[in-house]
């Protein structure tokens, strides 16, 4: 499958120049006297002269209401991104041949981007990809080691980090408390580090109970927060759960926004205490082994 990305514009030969001058992109060929293909892009990109007020779609549109082209500033779905080596250099290039800049050029973990507007009302956005790019939205690349008892204070310590601001929220933040709660259920032989580049980002506590599994723990450090890494830990042991044939059980902090993440993942409220709410994931029952006699 090929992509050809059509703009409509109101002047041919002044959108031929602003791309240009713009972007680099070279004039390959004209379509008759509204239309022009240039190229330099992944994707061929073809200027198409519509003037302004003309109505949009044609006659297989039916009885749909049909727009009429403005070359104001209007918003649509689908916009242009144009990714390059270095932002700053590709706004004020751009700029200068008569965009707009709507926002200037930011940082996210994925790269830089800035907002801008062609001459004909278009949104654009011009990125420059850092470090792994889009890639560090996706799933993190994780590696579990097991935990010994001479890690209690450094795990101690995570988890006061990760619960921070969910405690002070509701006013009980106590190191104190934090350290005779995780004292109290810290079973090395069941515990496991989360490590990404070789760097300890998290935790989790997964041990026997009854006829299941309970989850007494899991963190992740706030540096690693919003990349999807709790997501793809708690998927490792439910999967785990569900091949043994067991539910899996474990209590949130009230007003804590892991009761929504863990509600996301398929736990279901069973119970609630002053300050925690049960939760319980069953085996789906179709799992094969509980199909087994016996």
């Known amino acids: 499958m090929r992509i050809l990305v059509n703009i409509d514009v109101p002047d041919l030969e002044h959108a031929i120049g602003f791309y240009q001058s713009a972007f680099g992109l070279t004039l390959n060929r004209r379509l008759g006297s509204t239309g022009a293909e240039l190229l330099g892009a992944d994707a061929p990109i073809y200027l198409l002269e519509k003037a302004a007020g003309t109505p949009t779609g044609g006659p297989a549109a039916g009885g749909a209401v049909r727009q009429r082209r403005d070359y104001a500033r209007h ?7 144009v990714v390059v080596d270095d932002v700053d250099q590709a706004v004020a290039r751009a700029v200068a041949a008569g965009a707009r800049l709507e ?22 956005c011009i990125l420059q990809f850092l470090g792994r790019g889009y890639d560090e939205l996706g ?30 929220r509701l006013g009980r933040f106590d190191p104190d408390r934090a350290r005779e709660r995780l004292r109290g259920t810290f079973r090395p032989e069941c515990t496991w580090h989360i490590e990404e580049d070789g760097k300890r980002i ?20 706030p540096s690693a927060q919003g990349r999807g890494v709790g997501g793809q830990v708690l998927r ?8 043994r044939g067991v539910g899996v059980t474990l209590s949130a902090l009230r007003g804590s926004d892991s009761n929504r993440f863990y509600r996301r993942h398929g736990f279901v409220q069973t119970g609630e205490g002053e300050w ?3 939760y319980l994931r069953d085996c789906p029952s179709d799992n094969p082994r509980l199909a087994q006699p016996g």
Not at 103 to 124: F, M, N, Q, S, V
Not at 202 to 221: A, M, Q, S, T
């Open 75 to 81: 918003w649509t779905p689908v916009h242009l991104d």
């Open 103 to 124: 926002d200037p050029p930011i940082t996210h973990d994925w790269g830089r981007i800035a907002h801008l507007a062609d001459p004909y009302g278009h949104g654009i």
């Open 139 to 168: 799933p993190a690349s994780l590696r579990f080691t097991p935990a010994a008892e001479a890690d209690f204070e450094a795990l101690l310590a995570l988890r006061i980090e990760a619960m921070r601001d969910s405690l002070e």
């Open 202 to 221: 998290g935790f989790y506590c997964l041990r026997p109970e009854g006829k299941g599994l309970r989850l007494d723990h899991l963190y992740v450090h």
């Open 236 to 243: 490792r042991i439910l999967q785990d759960a569900d091949r």
């Open 276 to 278: 925690d709410i049960d």
